[in-house]
T-cell receptor, first 111, second 116 residues
């Protein structure tokens, strides 16, 4: 079945460091791809999305590019802040329009 | 401002109780979902609904049922709560129709349920 693999966390970085969170997926068809973020004690919020090959989603300094050939959607940010500390979920959408979640990656940014 | 509202942030229930978790959305979305979130396991889909009175099992439906009598409301029911159902429960809604493939799901704030 459809699945997603994210790098194991926690990822610990100093403020202003460069962030990459890897995401690869298996899915039938041509899924849309999403990154969600969950701040402590809250539900999930959409961070960015891409709906076709080579699309780049971006928001709040985060970016991810839809790579169909490698079935990847890696999340990047050039300079992280303490306020970016959260859990990040990569989520492809399956052919029935349901989001498929992995275990998420916890990011901890230290001052 | 779009909203998915879950009726409780925190709940404590006793083993064997019947538990209702309520979710309401104000976006006229066709699709609604219930997930549970556990450390190390991410989000797992319990049930989803494509329309009023329609429901389909997700990956982990055992011990749960759902009800969708109105479009805006999707209820998760634990028929007889057990300690292994202690978890964070998240409701989500999503538009259907021609935009279904590209539109995102909106999540509620979550209900942290503890069964003692």
């Amino acid at each position: 079945g459809d699945s997603v693999t994210q790098m194991e966390g926690p990822v610990t970085l100093s403020e202003e460091a460069f962030l990459t969170i890897n995401c690869t997926y298996t899915a039938t068809g041509y899924p849309s791809l999403f990154w969600y973020v969950q701040y402590p004690g809250e539900g999930l919020q959409l961070l960015l999305k891409a709906t076709k090959a080579d699309d780049k989603g971006s928001n709040k300094g985060f970016e991810a590019t839809y790579r169909k050939e490698t079935t990847s959607f890696h999340l990047e940010k050039g300079s992280v802040q303490v306020s970016d500390s959260a859990v990040y979920f990569c989520a492809p959408m399956d052919s029935s329009y349901k989001l498929i979640f992995g275990s998420g990656t916890r990011l901890l940014v230290r001052p | 401002d779009v909203k998915v509202t879950q009726s409780s942030r925190y709940l404590v229930k006793r083993t064997g109780e019947k538990v209702f978790l309520e979710c309401v959305q104000d976006m006229d979305h066709e699709n609604m979902f219930w997930y549970r979130q556990d450390p190390g396991l991410g989000l797992r889909l319990i049930y989803f609904s494509y329309d009023v009175k329609m429901k389909e099992k997700g990956d982990i439906p055992e011990g749960y049922s759902v009800s969708r009598e109105k479009k805006e409301r999707f209820s998760l029911i634990l028929e007889s709560a057990s300690t292994n159902q202690t978890s964070m429960y998240l409701c989500a809604s999503k538009a259907g129709g021609s935009g279904a493939r590209t539109t995102e799901a909106f999540f509620g704030q979550g209900t942290r349920l503890t069964v003692v």
